[in-house]
């Protein structure tokens, strides 16, 4: 599971709940009138227009419902696009470690957990890791990247040698 995908379905169930107490409240709403004409001279075009409000809102809100639910599924779907690609043991390891992170958009692209700009990349072909964006790691930050790619390099290439 990912933290998108858990906030995406409390916000679905937050959305249902008040789209279920504003559906009721409607109801109420309407069940007030108690069957009487709303022809009347003093309050039938107020309570037709509360209806109207009342029926926006609930349309509104299952169009934010729905897009929730979109969302959802799509998240649902890279899940399972990255779940496909067969990563090598070690960088399995070091994602499960939270060492790195892997992009949704590109599986075979890794993210240093606390570095900004740099990736680390797998090559599909060759198996061989290697990097792109290097200028865009700071100085502060720089240490950190470089100590986990040359340990995943060095896992990497024992790797290879075994195979």
Same mark, same amino acid.
């Given at each position: 599971?990912?933290?998108?995908?858990?906030? $995406?379905?409390?916000?679905? #169930?937050?959305? !249902? %709940?008040?789209? @279920?107490?504003? =559906?009721?409240?409607?109801?109420?709403?309407?069940?007030?009138?108690?069957?009487?004409?709303?022809?009347?001279?003093?309050?039938?075009?107020?309570?037709?227009?509360?209806?109207?409000?009342?029926?926006?809102?609930?349309?509104?809100?299952?169009?934010?419902?729905?897009?929730?639910?979109?969302?959802?599924?799509?998240?649902?779907?890279?899940?399972?696009?990255?779940? $496909?690609?067969?990563?090598? #043991?070690?960088? !399995? %390891?070091?994602? @499960?470690?939270? =060492?790195?992170?892997?992009?949704?958009?590109?599986?075979?692209?890794?993210?240093?957990?606390?570095?900004?700009?740099?990736?680390?990349?797998?090559?599909?072909?060759?198996?061989?890791?290697?990097?792109?964006?290097?200028?865009?790691?700071?100085?502060?930050?720089?240490?950190?990247?470089?100590?986990?790619?040359?340990?995943?390099?060095?896992?990497?290439?024992?790797?290879?040698?075994?195979?």
């Amino acid at each position: 599971m990912s933290k998108r995908l858990d906030i $995406l379905k409390a916000s679905l #169930a937050k959305k !249902q %709940q008040r789209f @279920d107490d504003r =559906l009721q409240n409607h109801f109420d709403t309407v069940a007030s009138a108690n069957g009487q004409p709303l022809n009347d001279k003093r309050n039938g075009q107020a309570t037709l227009n509360k209806w109207d409000k009342q029926s926006d809102a609930l349309r509104a809100l299952q169009d934010s419902i729905q897009r929730t639910k979109d969302a959802i599924e799509r998240e649902e779907t890279k899940i399972a696009i990255v779940s $496909l690609v067969e990563l090598p #043991a070690y960088l !399995q %390891q070091a994602i @499960d470690g939270g =060492l790195i992170t892997q992009w949704r958009k590109h599986p075979r692209f890794f993210f240093v957990v606390g570095v900004s700009g740099g990736r680390i990349v797998l090559d599909e072909e060759t198996g061989i890791i290697g990097y792109r964006y290097l200028n865009k790691v700071s100085k502060e930050e720089y240490p950190t990247f470089r100590d986990v790619f040359n340990r995943l390099n060095k896992q990497c290439r024992e790797s290879q040698l075994v195979a």
